[in-house]
């Protein structure tokens, strides 16, 4: 089984200041991590993922991700910051072959302060 | 892009009745969808994996015959909550993989808000 944690549940920052949001999961399998954004009423919209390869994955919007196997880690960064990017976010992992079921983290609010 | 929508975005009901969702995905064919459920500031939860043509398959804690869910096509899938009650109250959210594209692809819908007076 996988499990997901994102260890800030909320993360404040000013307007073009650097960014990150941490991911841990635990899986005793080789996974697939995904981030996810969620904007107020919307629903949820792929950012990036990570699935062989490269681990520094690079998504849209100028979001970035490094895959760590032994830290267990998929951080999200972003090195200069927008009002609009306030939404909440989403780590999530499945196991690389499966049907696609997604375990999501717990959620970060991103608060983008001018 | 691919697009999935759910009917309705917003449903208000009385306890006891029965409520449907739909799931669409608009320009794409999906064997499999996801149902998830999010409660207020919290994660989303897997509920079940609909499957064309077969029987769903529902995570463990998630009542079968409380959430009744039917693929009835390759594009549409539908999740009724039966005899509703107010803890059914939630943001319930279907997703579905892009046939041929991968089932590390996926979209979801924009969400049904159920509130159970």
């Known amino acids: 089984a996988q499990s997901v944690t994102q260890l800030d549940s909320q993360v404040p920052v000013f307007e073009e200041a650097p960014v990150e949001l941490r991911c841990n999961y635990s899986s005793s399998v080789s996974v697939y991590l995904f981030w996810y954004v969620q904007y107020p009423n919307q629903g949820l919209q792929l950012l990036l993922k990570?699935?062989?390869?490269?681990?520094l994955v690079k998504g849209i919007n100028g979001f970035e991700a490094e895959f760590n196997k032994s830290q267990t880690s998929f951080h999200l960064r972003k090195p200069s910051v927008h009002i609009s990017d306030t939404a909440e976010y989403f780590c999530a992992v499945s196991a690389s072959g499966n049907t696609g079921k997604l375990i999501f983290g717990q959620g970060t609010t991103l608060q983008v302060k001018p | 892009g691919a697009v999935v929508s759910q009917h309705p975005s917003r449903v208000i009901c009385k306890s006891g009745t029965s409520v449907k969702i739909e799931c669409r995905s608009l320009?794409?064919?999906?064997?499999?969808m996801f149902w998830y459920r999010q409660f207020p500031k919290q994660s989303l939860m897997l509920m079940a994996t609909?499957?064309?043509?077969?029987?769903?398959?529902?995570e463990q804690g998630v009542e079968k015959d409380k959430f009744l869910i039917n693929h009835a096509s390759l594009t549409l899938s539908t999740l009724t909550v039966t005899s509703a009650h107010p803890e059914d109250s939630s943001f319930y959210i279907c997703?579905?993989?892009?046939?041929?594209?991968?089932?590390?692809?996926?979209?979801f819908g924009p969400g049904t808000r159920l509130t159970v007076l």
């Open positions: 609909s499957n064309e043509g077969s029987k769903a398959t529902y």
């Open positions: 320009d794409f064919q999906a064997t499999t």
């Open positions: 990570y699935l062989s390869g490269s681990t």
């Open positions: 997703s579905a993989p892009r046939s041929g594209q991968g089932v590390d692809t996926q979209y």
